[in-house]
């Protein structure tokens, strides 16, 4: 399975985007999908995560503010993110959670103030 982010852009503080990662395979036999983000200088980290069942988990720096979401038999997994702020600003790479193959590209994400 590979799996390909995108959906990330330039916006402003406040601004919203809605992040889109595809599976060339099923995503059905990952119990938990979740997405990262890596931020220049820091480690990679995980921001949300949604099981098969629909249960969702949010990092703190992000509840309220982002939403994750997934449909399997679009083989997609989806995160919108609303009142975006400057300390989002990140690579965003989607993945199982914990994650079992490879990272794609990921998705760049800025948010200027």
């Known amino acids: 399975v590979q799996l390909q982010a995108s959906g990330g852009g330039s916006v402003q503080a406040g601004g919203s985007l809605r992040l889109s990662c595809v599976a060339s395979?099923?995503?059905?036999?990952?119990?938990?999908m979740g997405w990262y983000r890596q931020a220049p200088g820091k480690q990679r980290e995980l921001v949300a995560g949604i099981s098969s069942g629909g249960s969702r988990y949010y990092a703190d720096s992000v509840k309220g503010r982002f939403t994750i979401s997934r449909d399997n038999a679009a083989r997609t997994v989806y995160l919108q993110m609303d009142i975006l702020k400057p300390e989002d600003t990140a690579v965003y790479y989607c993945?199982?959670?914990?994650?079992?193959?490879?990272w794609g590209q990921g998705t760049q994400v800025t948010v200027s103030s």
């Open positions: 993945n199982a959670n914990p994650p079992q193959v490879s």
């Open positions: 395979g099923s995503i059905f036999s990952f119990n938990v």
